[in-house]
């Protein structure tokens, strides 16, 4: 697993992906700020899973 942290707010995230046979194209945004974090277009569908929540972006 791959993570990935938003540059925004600071959010942690846990990246992972199911194959598919079809190319994807989208993008994951974070869930505290809503800042695009991740974006794709290949044959995988990605998903991601909070694991430390920050709010930086309120400060």
């Known amino acids: 697993m791959e993570k990935i942290t938003c540059a925004k707010c600071g959010s ?6 199911t ?3 079809m190319r994807d194209k989208d993008v994951i945004n974070c869930e ?3 800042n695009q974090i ?4 290949e044959a995988k569908i990605w998903s991601a899973r909070l694991v430390v929540k920050c709010e930086n972006h309120l400060k």
């Open 19 to 21: 194959r598919t046979i």
């Open 32 to 34: 505290i700020c809503h």
């Open 12 to 17: 942690v995230y846990e990246l992972s992906y």
């Open 38 to 41: 991740y974006s794709w277009s």
